[in-house]
């Protein structure tokens, strides 16, 4: 399974950005992680294969996670974006345990 990345670039802080990842199968537990500079990779939002998506205290109320089963994709939609957004974002293939190729956000003040 191939995972795909985009949707990345640079905003202004309070802009907004969606990132994709599509898959080359059916996607079940995906999830979004980040990495900045000189940090850990930590975890963004899940989604799992049914219930309810989870988010970092980061994320909560900011961005939202979602999927297109039709097309293999999971979304994450960031609004309000600030500076320390800015990281290199991978998807992740939880079911899978599978990482994509990550997209960088950059989010100038």
């Known amino acids: 399974v191939q995972l795909q990345a985009s949707g990345g670039g640079l905003v202004q802080a309070g802009g907004s950005l969606r990132l994709s990842c599509a898959a080359s199968?059916?996607?079940?537990?995906m999830a979004w992680y980040r990495q900045a500079p000189g940090k850990q990779r930590e975890l963004v939002a899940h989604i799992p294969t049914t219930g309810s998506a989870n988010y970092a205290d980061s994320a909560k109320g900011r961005f939202t996670i979602s999927r297109d089963n039709a097309k293999n994709t999971v979304y994450l939609q960031m609004n309000s974006l600030k500076p320390e957004d800015s990281a290199v974002y991978y998807c992740r293939d939880v079911y899978r345990g599978l990482w994509g190729q990550g997209t960088q956000v950059t989010v100038s003040s």
């Open positions: 199968r059916s996607v079940f537990s």
